[in-house]
């Protein structure tokens, strides 16, 4: 979250609402769980690390005094880095992934579990075509979103096989 924030502020210098309402639109459904409060503690922390400086600025007659971040030369030379920094994220173990250990040790039907999981990940992939389709074809958040769809898609398939093996596995146990 850090490196975006500072990423987005390298573009021009902002407030925290207008950081989040830009970063929202720009991640489209995966932004919306996004809270303006986070925005707020992450300017804190970069600004105690000295990548952001605030200065105040005059506002509207209802909000007279506004905060506005802006870079420092230590925050423009990380974003720098971290936009030619090349990686992909590293597998974690997700919640799913233990509640499938889980079902191994026979605590849960895994079948079930994966059922469930499946039906959530149709919903999501639901949500995430609907906003590309609704993107301007080559926008960045367009972009994102055929991430999210095909990643979402990859899973599913994933889901597919454990199911296959879960059945499997059933059977073998059922015809013993």
């Known amino acids: 979250m850090q490196d975006a924030v500072l990423a987005m502020l ?5 407030h925290g609402y207008h950081l989040h309402a830009r970063l929202r639109r720009s991640l489209g459904p995966l932004g919306e769980s996004m809270n303006r409060g986070q925005i707020y503690v992450t300017l804190a922390r970069l600004e105690r690390a000295g990548l ?3 200065e105040r600025a005059d506002g509207l007659p209802e ?4 905060k506005v971040y802006a870079l420092t030369p230590a925050g423009q030379q990380r974003v720098a880095a971290w936009l030619a920094e090349v990686g992909w994220p590293k597998p974690d173990l997700a919640e799913f992934h233990l509640k499938l250990a889980a079902a191994a040790a026979r ?3 895994p079948v079930e579990l994966v059922a469930a999981q499946r039906r959530e990940l149709l919903r999501r992939l639901r949500e995430a075509q609907q906003a590309a389709l609704a993107e301007p074809a ?5 972009l994102l979103l055929e991430g999210v769809v095909l990643r979402l898609q990859a899973d599913l ?3 597919d096989a454990c199911a296959r093996a879960w059945s499997r596995i ?5 015809g013993a």
């Open 10 to 14: 390298a573009k021009e210098p902002s």
């Open 52 to 54: 952001v400086v605030c």
């Open 63 to 66: 909000r007279p005094e506004r």
């Open 107 to 109: 605590l849960a039907d």
């Open 138 to 142: 080559g926008s960045g958040a367009g």
């Open 157 to 159: 398939r994933w889901l």
């Open 170 to 174: 059933d059977d073998e146990v059922e």
